[in-house]
């Protein structure tokens, strides 16, 4: 079984910093991609920052002021959140595509974690 468990989410005021953690637990091969998504209500989850090989990508409204690492040896992913706007209060979600044994590679979700950005 694989878990990813998310923390660092909470209450900020707008211009303010967060940084969210999450890390992969149980028996895999390898973890592929990583990445955070995020979700308002009545909206569809949307992208905000992913690692694939030697690409990160981010959402554009996010370029430059959100910062996703990944730490391999602690199977953990984390974004770095600055200069927050109370456009980015949502819950994030992390994500991995993690290879097993069996069933193989499968897309994984944390259990999300709220931002609330206060203006």
């Known amino acids: 079984q694989v878990q990813l468990v998310e923390s660092g989410g909470g209450l900020v005021q707008a211009g303010g910093s967060l940084k969210l953690s999450c890390a992969a637990s149980g028996t895999f091969v390898s973890i592929k991609t990583v990445g955070w998504y995020r979700q308002v209500p009545g909206k569809q989850r949307e992208l905000v920052a992913r690692?694939?090989?030697?690409?990160?990508n981010y959402a554009d409204s996010v370029k430059g002021r959100f910062t996703i690492s990944r730490d391999n040896a602690r199977n953990s992913v984390y974004l770095q959140m600055n200069s927050l706007k109370s456009e980015d209060t949502a819950v994030y979600y992390c994500?991995?595509?993690?290879?097993?044994?069996?069933?193989?590679?499968?897309?994984?979700w944390g259990q999300g974690t709220q931002v609330t950005v206060s203006s």
């Open positions: 690692i694939s090989g030697d690409s990160t």
């Open positions: 994500n991995a595509v993690i290879a097993r044994v069996w069933p193989g590679v499968q897309d994984y």
